[in-house]
């Protein structure tokens, strides 16, 4: 397969995907807290190659492939009829394919309109990852998102509403141990009300280096939250969501407390065991990138 480096990122449940390249990094690229696109230049490539690219893949995987992702941080962005050959020309090569999924910049999403959404998921484009990352709209500015909030919220409505499974994350402890945690949580819990995703991952911010809230770490500038206030975070956002139904996971590496399942169905049992945590009677885990 080509690829244009060795760095590539997908979402944890797309670990079974085939990954095809459509673009070259992230249109966007200057959140402060990210690291994965800093070495590259954006750039979307050539259709024709992507299309090549595709009949490698059969050749490699055979005619079976079930599922493919669409790299690398915002293919989404791509010219609508484009990203249509690409889907086109994926289900014809692969007859059992079942999804294609992407990652989907707030910015690239409202660029198209809700009749190209619609148009796209009727392609076959099945899920949109969305990094919401939070509800607020200080945050959203703190770490240079480069949407508003009310942005933000209707590029997830504009997703679900084309009928795309909408797949949201969202990161505790962006504020640091000094800045206002409450309303962090409680204005995403809010966000997430209004949006409906179908699914919901809460991740725990882990510094990166290379990064501008990474270099702010480092220089003292912003304190790293606890395990336990990572924990008061997550208990509070579970107390406050009320989509229903919502698939919850905060699994991730960066997590101290790995919680999966759903929601209503799951939320006492989840916050019994951040309880039980903050007790001391559950061990956290050791995460990955925990330091700079």
Known sequence: MRYDSDLLY?????WKSYLLQCTIGCSHNKCTFCAMYKSKQFRIRPTAEILEDIDMALDYYGPGLERVFLMDGDAIVMRTEELLKVLRKLYGTFPNLKKVTVYAGPKSTLSKSPEELRELHAAGLSRAYLGVES???????SINKGCSAAEMLKAGQNLAQAGIDLWAIVIMGLTGQDGDWEEHILSTARMMNEMKPRHLS??????AKGTPLGDDVLAGRFRVCTPDQILEECRLL???????????TSNHASNYLPLKGSLPEDREEFLTLIDRALKGKIRLRKTLNRGI
């Open 238 to 248: 579970l107390e406050h969501l009320d989509v229903d139904p919502l698939h919850f």
């Open 202 to 207: 809460a991740m725990t911010f882990a510094p």
């Open 10 to 14: 997908r979402p944890p449940g797309e």
């Open 135 to 141: 509800g607020s709209e200080a945050v959203l500015k």
